[in-house]
């Protein structure tokens, strides 16, 4: 199977069966440190804990991708969300398909992230590993723990490009 995809501008609606969008767009706030600061809480849900399973915060240095980028395989988490957080104002990409058994090539899509906003993954949401536009830093929120966090899915016959 031959596959072109071309990422699309992202929104909570077109990536909510997806995961969520890292943002404080439609939050309530709460005056904090004497006025100098404002917070806004549960700005995503994190699913960490299933089979016992914590939260960690990490931090990902990733290499900027050229394109047009061949995509060679896809990876699930089946036990825990995974955020993505660009450390400085940037615009990424992400590659994904509905959680299932396997990828369906025939589903996959592809989002263009604007500076200022991050994204979290449903557990169980197909995606390609993090596609920076630059070299540069992302802080993850995952899960540790015992179990396989992660099932791999090769596309060794199929010619599949993310054009950008």
């Not at 960690?56 to 900027?64: L, N, Y």
């Not at 955020?83 to 592809?110: G, H, Q, R, W, Y």
Request: hydrophobic share 35%; aromatic share 10%.
């Amino acid at each position: 199977m031959e596959i072109t995809i071309e990422p699309k501008p992202i929104n909570k609606e077109n990536f909510s069966k997806y995961g969520e969008l890292v943002s404080t767009e439609g939050l309530k706030s709460i005056n904090i440190n004497n006025g100098y600061a404002k917070r806004f809480d549960e700005a995503v849900k994190l699913d960490t804990r299933q089979d016992r399973g914590e939260t960690t915060i990490s931090i990902f240095s990733a290499v900027k991708r050229t394109f047009p980028m061949k995509i060679d395989m896809m990876e699930q988490h089946p036990l825990g969300s995974q955020a993505f957080i660009p450390m400085k104002e940037t615009t990424f990409l992400v590659l994904v398909a509905p959680k299932s058994d396997k990828p369906d090539l025939n589903k996959i899509e592809s989002f263009i992230i604007p500076p200022g906003i991050g994204i979290n993954y449903k557990t169980g949401t197909w995606h390609f590993p993090l596609i920076s536009t630059e070299d540069m830093n992302f802080l993850v929120i995952d899960r540790k723990g015992s179990g396989n966090n992660l099932k791999i899915e090769n596309f060794d016959k199929d010619q599949i490009v993310l054009k950008y």
